[in-house]
């Protein structure tokens, strides 16, 4: 298996943006903004079909349609974080105009590749040539630095958003960046397990390490290794049985390990919520 050229290229690309979606999901879960990584998803999938109807490389409608959209949801919310009222309504128009440009160049009329737009709803990890693949590999690098970088006050500014401001961090620009690299993971995860499915990527794993520990690094670890080792086991999957996806099989294995978590600790419980002072959790 691992001397298929085709199965090396989706590991160089799933390994990547396993990492980066395993670090941003767990943020996700603990800030409660799950709904707008839904949403951001989707918004990959208009960019997609509107790259598509203008005749333009699909990425360009991934990563611009889901980075403006990061930044409008901030703008439309407190300190960064947009209520689930809006993020709805934002969702419902954003998916009409997707299904409206998907009319339009089934029809023909935009001259655009329906074909290779439809994609984006169900990713083709398998049809990474090298050079995709490297590029994938290169965002979901980028995407880990820059976790990495605002991972200490994002932390402070998810858990006591009061008190960080009252410190002088800057939870609204805080809120706002980390959205931008939920949208460019969501951009580049669609390449590869599809719109559709990208969701279960970014919430199961994090959900399972929010589970087994409540200690923030080792969760932020937990939930990007539990993310690789569904999108490994998941391609292998694939490869042994033709007919079954590799989308399906990632996300089916990474669904499995949070519903495996239940046995693991049955009773756990996320400890503490947003907002509650930090000196409690102490």
């Known amino acids: 298996m691992l001397g298929q050229e085709f199965v090396q290229n989706a590991l160089l690309a799933g390994s990547l943006i396993a990492v980066a979606s395993g670090l941003v999901g767990w943020f996700l879960v603990l800030r409660r903004q799950v709904f707008a990584a839904d949403a951001l998803s989707h918004v990959a999938f208009t960019g ?12 360009l409608g991934l990563f611009a349609a889901t980075a403006a959209f990061a930044v409008a949801l901030t703008g439309v919310g407190r300190r960064g974080v947009a209520d689930d009222v809006a993020i709805g309504t934002a969702f419902a128009w954003i998916l009409g105009l997707g299904v409206l440009f998907l009319a339009v160049v089934a029809t023909g009329a935009g001259g ?3 074909a290779l737009a439809a994609r984006s709803l169900f990713g083709s990890i398998f049809g990474l040539a090298r050079p995709d693949a490297e590029l994938a590999a290169a965002v979901g690098a980028a995407i880990i630095a820059g976790i990495a970088a605002i991972a200490r006050p994002l932390l402070f500014a998810s858990l006591d958003p009061g008190v960080a401001a009252s410190q002088g961090v800057r939870v609204g620009l805080l809120g706002a960046g980390f ?8 951009a580049e995860a669609t390449q590869a397990v599809g719109a559709l499915l990208l969701l279960g990527l ?3 794993p994090a959900g399972a390490a929010h589970r087994l520990t409540d200690n923030p690094y ?6 990007a290794g539990l993310a690789v080792a569904a999108t490994w086991i998941g391609i292998a999957l694939s490869y042994a049985i ?3 996806p590799p989308s399906s099989a990632i996300i089916g294995v990474a669904v499995a390990i949070y519903a495996m978590t239940f046995a693991v600790r049955p009773g756990a419980r996320r400890r503490r919520e947003p907002g509650t002072p930090v000196a409690d959790v102490a």
């Open 48 to 59: 997609a079909i509107a790259a598509a109807l203008l005749g333009v490389d699909l990425r």
């Open 112 to 114: 655009g590749d329906g």
């Open 179 to 186: 959205l931008v690299l939920v949208g460019l993971d969501a």
């Open 202 to 204: 970014l919430a199961a």
């Open 218 to 223: 080792r969760g932020l670890l937990l939930s």
């Open 242 to 244: 033709a007919s079954l």
